[in-house]
């Protein structure tokens, strides 16, 4: 964790998003390496973030399924 990062579960998906739209615009436009490098550090925690909200949503929808067609196909 990156000590100048704030808590990233107070901030919606959309609101994440956007700071990696504008992060990454920042990264490419910025040609000093050092820069770029603390932008990735950022990025990769919004992604990492993203990712991880997302799969948690998956898997919630995953479990409330509808197991009625597991029961249907049977393979021997």
Known sequence: MHPLAEDFSKLKDTEIENRIQDLSRKYWQSHNPAV???I????D????EL???RAK???EQFQKRDKGLDELIKVN
């Open 36 to 38: 770029q490098h603390q």
């Open 40 to 43: 990735t550090l950022f990025l």
């Open 45 to 48: 925690m919004y992604k990492a």
């Open 51 to 53: 990712d991880s909200r």
């Open 57 to 59: 949503i998956w898997q």
